[in-house]
């Protein structure tokens, strides 16, 4: 186990394996699949999942109180129109991305380390964007009027959306990220749905299971189209992961404010999603591996890797500070230089310096080797990571935001308990959403881990 | 063991699939249909009125204008609802004493107004003015309907925003002389197509872009 690894000296990244020695066929199909099927729910399933149930209740009186009331019952006003509704859904869609990169572009460059937290991660990329979509969807507390300008469809309004705004773009650029997502995840969980079919005793789960699974035999031919159509679907992910988060960024670089009207948006955004989505794969799957004892499957490698992705990514996201604040001064426009002095320095301050302390000091630990390979530690930063990129979202819409041209329109903003039980709502949603998955779905790819033990790499199918 | 599945459920499988997508596509035509229903937006059914007036008698069959009631459609935003004096510049003379008549005599003795249903009715946030529409050749058939043929009175159109931009993105479709603007079943001297174009020209309707602008009609 990493605890273990540590005491020693840590031999080179790739000598560790990825499965730990002593893995047969058979193990690794009855331990992931008994995680379903027969073990008993551990004490602290119910405890999580009770925990992220009550929160989802409070979303569920938020959305209440939200359409009663309207959005009043929120912190927004002007000037500071836009606030944690968008924050929070650039955040989920954001944690999103590391599920798409994991399961899409490694699968393309054949990283064989991606195959242990795939499922996992794209579970959380579907989860994370249903939480997203509650957003656009809610945010002008009329749920019932938000159809026609999120969808263009024949109303009878005779009127289309805007098709010139980077907002509608958004929306083509999510359902189109959520559509993929979701196909590609049930994809790749169908030959494991047959195992848990195969291995069910009950008569309802194998029924279950069997439905889900469309007939899965695992013969010659089946493989053969499962293998197209996984890799059709990696193709049409790969680019996704570029572009969703990008067309999230022109929501503020197209605007002409200073703070958000920056070329450097669409590439920092991106590099910060990854981040952002990486910090949350460690945040989830720590705790995962020591509760159910997976870490034969998600090694200390796994733990170093994801770290390492984390801290070059996090360094293309502290670049994008620099380079906001240098492009800032070397513009010499009075208006940007005033945005990012304010920041510094105005009544938001210690959120920006926050930020700097979570995303940009805190995650230079991982250049310690030592630090990579302790899950608690590095489960510290990937929540400290986690925090530090809602703080970017909050830094960059509020300050921009709260003082623009005209002093006299100057103003502040916070969010009120609406907002934040909203929030904490849909972390809640994600929570249930999550712990229910790994109930009753394997949380590990079981016949992609199949042929990484020996015996399995020429007939991984023929179990 | 037995098998989980009968044969014939693979063919459940693959209806299932095609049903699923059915269903949606049906679900989304229902709902675009609902929407522009008699049912939700009103049309076609007729409201009780406090006195059942006939537009069918005193238009079709005794031919007044409709100007002769509805006085302010010309000059003001309302069309007016006609006070009870206008009634009884006639019921004096005729069916002074029907009993079907009474409570527009009560109305006048007590100077209660008559309480009429609207039939009409926009919502709060658009702006609609009776007379600019008067004034550039729409006429009143063309929103109202054949008020002459009505018994009692109903709206005919939807009322809805693609109704009022079905006009508004090409006047020249509907428009017609400003001498015809109260005729009832009123059919082109000239092809529509030809005197549409000459109208808009004629009237200086204002062109389709400065039409269907936002702050056109909600101010």
Known sequence: ?463 | MSQTFRPHANALARFTLVGALLLVVFLGWLLITLQRSDFVTGANTNIEQPIQFSHAHHVGGLGIDCRYCHTSVDQAAFANIPPTKTCMNCHTQIWATSPFLEPVRASFRTGESLQWVRVHNLPDFVYFNHSIHVAKGVGCETCHGRIDEMPGIYQTQTLQMEWCLECHRAPERFVRPRDAVTAMGYVPPVAQAELGPQLVRDYNIASAQQLTSCSTCHR
């Open chain 1, 1 to 463: 186990m990493a605890t273990e690894v540590t005491r020693q000296r840590i031999p080179p990244t790739d000598e560790i394996p990825i499965v730990a020695p002593g893995q047969s066929l058979k193990t690794v199909t009855e331990k992931i699949a008994d995680i379903v099927l027969r073990l008993k729910t551990p004490l602290s399933w119910f405890f999580g999942f009770t925990v992220g149930f009550l929160l989802l209740q409070g979303l569920l009186v938020a959305i209440m109180m939200l359409l009663f009331k309207g959005i009043g019952v929120w912190g927004v006003n002007m000037p500071v129109g836009w606030g944690f509704d968008i924050i929070n859904f650039v955040w989920w869609i954001g944690i999103g991305h590391a599920g798409t990169l994991i399961s899409a572009i490694l699968f393309l460059f054949r990283q064989q380390w991606r195959m242990s937290i795939n499922r996992a991660a794209e579970a959380m990329t579907l989860f994370a964007v249903a939480c997203a979509l509650l957003y656009p969807f809610f945010h002008t507390g009329r749920p019932w009027l938000a159809l026609y300008w999120l969808l263009p469809y024949p109303n009878a309004m005779g009127m289309w959306p805007q098709f010139r705004s980077p907002l509608i773009w958004d929306v083509f650029a999510v359902s189109t990220y959520g559509t993929v997502s979701a196909l590609f995840w049930f994809t790749g969980l169908i030959p494991d749905l047959a195992t848990l079919r195969d291995r069910a005793t009950k008569r309802v789960p194998k029924f279950i299971y069997g439905v889900l699974s469309f007939g899965w035999r695992g013969s010659a031919i089946h493989w053969r189209r499962y293998e197209i159509a996984y890799m059709l679907l990696a193709g049409l992910s790969t680019p996704l992961v570029l572009s969703v988060h990008t067309v999230v960024s022109f929501d503020f670089a197209v605007s002409l404010l200073p703070g958000w009207h920056a070329t450097i948006f669409p590439p920092y955004f991106v590099a910060g999603a990854i981040f952002s989505g990486f910090a949350m794969v460690l945040t989830l799957l720590i705790p995962l591996r020591a509760i159910y004892g997976l870490q034969s499957y998600i090694t200390a490698r796994h733990l170093d890797v994801m770290a390492k992705v984390m801290l070059a990514t996090g360094w293309i996201v502290f670049y994008g500070y620099l380079m906001e604040a240098f492009v800032a001064w070397y513009s010499g426009v009075q208006y940007e230089r005033f945005v990012i002095w304010n920041r510094m320095t105005g009544p938001y301050w210690w959120a920006f310096w926050a930020l700097i302390l979570c995303n940009g000091l805190v995650p230079q630990l991982l250049w310690i080797r030592k630090v990579r390979y302790t899950p608690v530690i590095l489960f510290a930063i990937s929540i400290v990571v986690n925090i530090g990129m809602w703080l970017e979202r909050y830094v960059i819409i509020v300050t921009s935001l709260h003082r623009d041209f005209l002093p006299s329109s100057w103003g502040m903003y916070s969010g009120t308990m609406w907002d934040w039980s909203f929030y904490l709502g849909t972390i809640g949603l994600f929570l249930t959403l999550f712990y229910l998955f790994i109930r009753v779905l394997p949380m590990i790819s079981i016949f992609e881990m199949r042929t990484l033990v020996p015996g399995g790499q020429a007939k991984a199918h023929s179990e």
